[in-house]
C-alpha cells in the first residue's frame, strides 16, 4: 500500500491445529524500493533490498556468531530465545525494526 513504509513477516505454526502466529516481524522500508524474502535451509528469513541485506533467524535456536560488513563479530539470536516473555502459548510475539 502507498504511503506505509513497513513489511511484515509471519512465522505460523502448521503442524497445531489452531494455526497460530508464533512471531510477527515489521521491518521499514520504502515503498518504491523492491525487496525480496528468501527462506534459507537453516531457517534464517533473508530480505535483499537495494540498501542491503537483513536476515533474521527464526525458530528456536542457539545464538550464533555472524560478521557485519566492517567484519565485526555481531550476535543473532533467534526469534524464538524470547518465548519466555508469552503469557500463555496463544500469544504471538511483535518485533519492529
Not at 524500493?33 to 528468501?38: A, H, L, T, V
Not at 535456536?61 to 563479530?73: A, G, S, Y
Request: proline share 2%; aromatic share 14%; charged share 20%.
Amino acid at each position: 500500500m502507498i504511503g506505509i513504509n513497513t513489511y511484515n513477516v509471519f512465522v505460523i505454526d502448521l503442524m497445531n491445529d489452531q494455526h497460530l502466529i508464533k512471531y510477527w516481524y515489521e521491518g521499514y522500508q520504502l515503498w518504491e524500493s523492491p525487496i525480496k524474502g528468501f527462506l534459507l535451509n537453516n531457517n534464517d528469513f533473508l530480505m535483499l533490498s537495494k540498501d542491503g541485506m537483513n536476515i533474521i533467524a527464526l525458530g528456536e535456536k542457539e545464538d550464533k556468531i555472524v560478521f557485519d560488513k566492517d567484519n565485526l563479530k555481531r550476535t543473532m539470536h533467534s526469534l524464538g530465545s524470547v518465548n519466555y516473555l508469552k503469557i500463555e502459548p496463544t500469544n504471538h510475539l511483535f518485533f519492529a525494526c
